[in-house]
Structures are given as structure tokens and as C-alpha cells.
């Protein structure tokens, strides 16, 4: 949508909302000079919508009164933005919202022109988006239902969690603050009263919930988009680099983005360097290579790898 198209919708619902207003105050409210203004109410008027003026100590425009912008006005492109919403957030959410993502999509269409139709039907055909979530979390749906009634009554919860690192899952006490898809997985922000402590648990890692009959309040500063940037800086990492061979540079050089750093080499083989959650990840991405990847730091992932291949050699020795 234009700037000025956006501009003049958000004057008429100025004007809605309040009338008698001066130039000078619905300038400074859109961002623009009062000649420019009276340019759009010329546009306005052009339009057809009823806008007059009054002069004096208490004048302004203002729309003829009775008059009421349709309750719709989409251009293409944000009728388009809306529908592909809607069902990117049946897809990420599963059950949570499906009918409600169908429903609001069938009543916006309902009401589109013919013009703003065919372009959503354009874009999706060519705008597709699929595989977010990971597969098999299906079956972990009904735990997030689950965790977002908690979180609307504020209600605490009851888990058993079973983590990366644990042999066998712990039972804790929660205020659950709000759901979060990140990577293709669902998590769950809020208070672990068992570490006493702000904590984000994988939902395909819950083994079972229960609601409880305690109440909490979310904290009124909580941002769960802060909480999860600063969870991910403080995760502890590994800083690798590794030589790939030239039978293995190309997969490196067609994937960039994954790379902090790429240094091709005159024998066609690259060096590159990445940052990884863990030492244990690091080793499995560099075995995924096979022989064409070479550790050159940091050492405790070297001889990581040269143990996993000593494993793995012992079990084809037969």
C-alpha cells in the first residue's frame, strides 16, 4: 500500500474519531507539512467523502456528521497479508487456531471485491509456505490447548519435563507467561518455582500437565521477545572452524548463511567457522562430512571427533 493511500485512511479515522481538528494538529499527527494536508483533504474530497471546515476559535475539520468509513477497506496487498497470515498461523499453532483461521479468512473473502479475491487467490498460488513445525509434534498439540487456557486464567501448571541432558524427567510446579514457536518447535516461557527461575521448556519434552488450582500474575515488564534474544546470546557456545576439502567446499559455498566466515583456497578446499550451541553438536555437524572435514579449533572438539571415529571404525571391524 502507498504512503499516501495509508495516510489518507489514517485521516479519515482521524477524523472519525475526533472532529474539529486544526491543519496544524493533523499534520504533525501523519508526519507531514499542512500544505501537504490540505492536499489530501482535496484528495478527499475528490473521493467523495464528506469533509468540511470550520473557522474560528473552535474550528477544524471534521467529517459530515453520520458518516462512517466502510467497516472493510483492504487494499490488494493487505487483504493478501491477512489470508496468508491466517494460515501461517494454522499451520505453526495446529488446533489452537484452525477454525478460527478458516472462519476469519472465509469472512474477509466474503466481503472483497472481485479485485482483492483474485489477488489472494494469486499469491497463493505462488506464495507457499510449508513444513514449519518438525515432525511428529503432533501429538503434543493438545499441550499447548492446555498451556494457553493456563496462561489466559493464569493459572499454574504442573510438568513433567524431561530435558536434553536428563536421564529421567523431573516433575515441576510453573507460571506459564506465554507460548513461543522458534525453529520449527513449540516452547513454553514462564517461572520455574523449581529453579527459581525464569526458564523456556520444549513442549515435545513434557510428558504431562496438569492445571492447578494457584493463581500467579504475569510481570507486567515480562517481553517474551527480550527473554527468548537473551536466552539464545546466553546459551553457551562453541566456536569451530574446520577445513572442508574440495570434494565438500561446494556444500559450504552454496549455503553462506550457515557460515560465520568462508575462506576459499587455492586447492579448491575452504575454511570456515561457525558458532554452535554445543560441543556435541559441533562434532556430529563435522562428522556429517565424513573424511572431507578437518577440526582445526578449538582442540576439546578434535579429540572429540577422533574418539566418535575411533567408535565408529570399531563397530565395522568385524
Given at each position: 500500500?502507498?504512503?499516501?493511500?495509508?495516510r489518507l485512511i489514517?485521516?479519515?479515522?482521524?477524523?472519525?474519531?475526533?472532529?474539529?481538528?486544526?491543519?496544524?494538529?493533523?499534520?504533525?499527527?501523519?508526519?507531514?507539512?499542512?500544505?501537504?494536508?490540505?492536499?489530501?483533504?482535496?484528495?478527499l474530497?475528490?473521493?467523495?467523502?464528506?469533509?468540511?471546515?470550520?473557522?474560528?476559535?473552535?474550528?477544524?475539520?471534521?467529517?459530515?456528521?453520520?458518516?462512517?468509513?466502510?467497516?472493510?477497506?483492504?487494499?490488494?496487498?493487505?487483504?493478501?497479508?491477512?489470508?496468508?497470515?491466517?494460515?501461517?498461523?494454522?499451520?505453526m499453532?495446529e488446533?489452537?487456531?484452525?477454525?478460527?483461521?478458516?472462519?476469519?479468512?472465509?469472512?474477509?473473502?466474503?466481503?472483497?471485491?472481485?479485485?482483492?479475491?483474485?489477488?489472494?487467490?494469486?499469491?497463493?498460488?505462488?506464495?507457499?509456505t510449508?513444513q514449519?513445525?518438525?515432525?511428529?509434534?503432533?501429538?503434543?498439540?493438545?499441550f499447548?490447548?492446555?498451556?494457553?487456557?493456563?496462561?489466559?486464567?493464569?493459572?499454574?501448571?504442573?510438568?513433567?519435563?524431561?530435558?536434553?541432558?536428563?536421564?529421567?524427567?523431573?516433575q515441576?510446579?510453573f507460571?506459564?507467561?506465554?507460548?513461543?514457536?522458534?525453529?520449527?518447535?513449540?516452547?513454553?516461557?514462564?517461572?520455574?518455582?523449581?529453579?527459581?527461575?525464569?526458564?523456556?521448556?520444549?513442549?515435545?519434552?513434557?510428558?504431562?500437565?496438569?492445571?492447578?488450582?494457584?493463581?500467579?500474575q504475569?510481570?507486567?515488564?515480562?517481553?517474551?521477545?527480550?527473554?527468548?534474544?537473551?536466552?539464545?546470546?546466553?546459551?553457551?557456545?562453541?566456536?569451530?572452524?574446520?577445513?572442508?576439502?574440495?570434494?565438500?567446499?561446494?556444500?559450504?559455498l552454496?549455503?553462506?548463511?550457515?557460515?560465520?566466515?568462508?575462506?576459499?583456497?587455492?586447492?579448491g578446499s575452504?575454511?570456515?567457522?561457525a558458532?554452535?550451541?554445543?560441543?556435541?553438536w559441533?562434532?556430529?555437524?563435522?562428522m556429517?562430512?565424513?573424511?572431507?572435514?578437518?577440526?582445526?579449533?578449538?582442540?576439546?572438539?578434535?579429540?572429540?571427533?577422533?574418539?566418535?571415529?575411533?567408535?565408529v571404525?570399531?563397530?565395522?571391524e568385524?
Amino acid at each position: 500500500m502507498s504512503t499516501t493511500a495509508t495516510r489518507l485512511i489514517t485521516l479519515i479515522m482521524l477524523l472519525q474519531r475526533q472532529p474539529r481538528q486544526t491543519a496544524n494538529d493533523l499534520a504533525e499527527k501523519l508526519g507531514v507539512s499542512v500544505r501537504t494536508l490540505h492536499r489530501y483533504m482535496l484528495m478527499l474530497d475528490e473521493m467523495g467523502i464528506p469533509v468540511y471546515s470550520e473557522r474560528g476559535r473552535y474550528g477544524g475539520f471534521s467529517l459530515v456528521r453520520g458518516y462512517k468509513m466502510p467497516p472493510l477497506i483492504f487494499t490488494p496487498e493487505e487483504a493478501t497479508a491477512i489470508c496468508l497470515g491466517a494460515g501461517l498461523v494454522s499451520e505453526m499453532w495446529e488446533g489452537l487456531y484452525d477454525e478460527a483461521s478458516e472462519g476469519a479468512v472465509a469472512k474477509i473473502e466474503n466481503v472483497l471485491p472481485d479485485e482483492q479475491r483474485d489477488e489472494v487467490a494469486w499469491a497463493r498460488r505462488i506464495l507457499v509456505t510449508t513444513q514449519l513445525k518438525r515432525p511428529g509434534l503432533q501429538p503434543y498439540a493438545p499441550f499447548l490447548n492446555t498451556l494457553r487456557k493456563a496462561i489466559r486464567l493464569q493459572k499454574r501448571v504442573r510438568i513433567t519435563y524431561q530435558g536434553a541432558s536428563q536421564n529421567e524427567p523431573l516433575q515441576r510446579e510453573f507460571d506459564a507467561y506465554a507460548l513461543a514457536f522458534r525453529q520449527g518447535w513449540w516452547y513454553v516461557i514462564g517461572y520455574c518455582h523449581l529453579r527459581q527461575d525464569m526458564r523456556s521448556f520444549r513442549i515435545d519434552r513434557i510428558h504431562q500437565i496438569l492445571q492447578l488450582d494457584e493463581s500467579y500474575q504475569i510481570p507486567p515488564e515480562f517481553d517474551p521477545q527480550k527473554y527468548l534474544a537473551f536466552e539464545i546470546q546466553s546459551q553457551a557456545q562453541v566456536h569451530v572452524r574446520l577445513h572442508l576439502a574440495p570434494e565438500v567446499a561446494a556444500f559450504a559455498l552454496s549455503t553462506p548463511a550457515a557460515w560465520e566466515k568462508i575462506e576459499p583456497q587455492a586447492d579448491g578446499s575452504v575454511i570456515v567457522a561457525a558458532s554452535l550451541p554445543d560441543i556435541y553438536w559441533a562434532a556430529s555437524m563435522t562428522m556429517s562430512f565424513g573424511p572431507g572435514a578437518t577440526v582445526l579449533e578449538p582442540d576439546e572438539l578434535r579429540q572429540l571427533v577422533y574418539e566418535w571415529a575411533q567408535a565408529v571404525a570399531g563397530l565395522y571391524e568385524a
